[in-house]
């Protein structure tokens, strides 16, 4: 800021310098007031699915068919890159796997990826493949844990959705109403009564099935949408959309049988991919650009992360997980 006329004395000048201060950009330049956000981590290469360890680290990979490395980001550290605070990845990261593009963490401890063959199970600590693939091949994009079996549900290359359970064995069809459709994102309600579809095409909207795959309503998008996030005590979901944008959905009375209320929840990102929500109440998701707090813009990709009490979708731990993660 430039002053107009001479001031005397330094103390006002000083005090204009600690009042105004240095300008903070934001990932967003427009977020629904109630809620922080922040650029969490940078890649040089596209991320597209997130997953939590166990320890809270985020987990992403590059948003392949089959083989792509997991990303692990230091939740505990930071480092400062232009201006901004960032979370350096782990010693070794990237990790060689074989992840597709969908990620998701399950309470056993472990990593479950959708990829062009099946689903995988992997390590959290290491992207180390330790099942699988199995099932009939995916589209490598959705894939959720089902919070009242623990059973993995993702998305088949034709679009309908199949269920394995988490040890690789078995495998379902739970719905056909979607297929034909290009799904992206997908996300149980966090009481697991039902599923949540970022639908693509034909036409961009929110699908939504019960848990048993009968569907509920579709409703219609401006933007594209791929992730999805839930909001349990404001009782609204948000999806993570191609254009650089967020969108929100508010049900009256919590009912997803009802048409919802939809808002602009963030506007002025980059183009969005899948998001994932922690136990911190906060929802990370990847974007494939980088603004830091310094206003400065990269061709990185990032994660951003969200704050405001939304919900993490918890299964319950079955005794297969919880005998795994006891000898482990």
């Not at 650029?39 to 040089?44: D, E, K, N, T």
């Not at 068919?65 to 201006?83: K, L």
């Not at 992730?227 to 191609?242: E, M």
């Amino acid at each position: 800021m430039r002053l107009a006329h001479a001031v005397s004395g330094l103390a006002l000048l000083g005090s204009l310098v600690f009042v105004t201060g240095p300008v903070q950009a934001a990932p967003f330049t427009f977020l629904q007031p109630g809620f922080t956000q922040a650029v969490f981590a940078v890649s040089p290469s596209f991320l597209g699915g997130l997953a939590i360890a166990p320890d809270g680290d985020i987990c992403a990979d590059n948003c392949s068919f089959s083989g792509s490395p997991m990303w692990r980001f230091d939740f505990q550290s930071t480092v400062i890159v232009n201006a901004t605070q960032i979370h350096p990845q782990v010693a070794g990261s990237p990790f060689p796997s074989n992840l597709g593009c969908g990620l998701c963490n399950h309470p056993s401890g472990d990593l479950y990826s959708n990829t062009g063959n099946g689903v995988i199970r992997v390590s959290a600590a290491n992207g180390a493949v330790l099942g699988g693939p199995f099932g009939p091949g995916g589209d490598a994009l959705g894939i959720c844990v089902d919070p009242q079996t623990g059973d993995l549900v993702y998305v088949r290359s034709d679009g309908a959705i199949e269920v394995v359970d988490q040890s690789l064995t078995t495998a379902s069809v739970l719905s056909t109403v979607t297929q034909g459709d290009f799904i992206d994102g997908i996300s149980f309600d966090p009481t697991g009564n039902y599923l949540f579809l970022s639908n693509r095409s034909p036409v961009f909207q929110l699908t939504i099935l019960t848990r048993a795959g009968a569907l509920v309503q579709n409703v219609p998008l401006v933007s594209e949408p791929d992730g999805i996030a839930f909001n349990s005590p404001l009782n609204f979901v948000v999806t993570n959309n191609t254009d650089g944008t967020m969108t929100r959905f508010d049900f009256p009375g919590n009912n997803f049988n009802v048409p919802p209320i939809v808002s602009l929840f963030a506007s002025g990102g980059f183009r969005g991919d899948l998001a994932q929500v922690s136990t911190d109440g906060c929802v990370y998701l990847t974007q494939d650009e980088t603004r830091y707090d310094n206003n400065v813009v990269t061709s990185q990709n990032s994660v951003v992360v969200i704050c405001g009490n939304f919900t993490p979708v918890a299964a319950r731990k079955s005794t297969w997980g919880q005998l795994k993660a006891k000898y482990r």
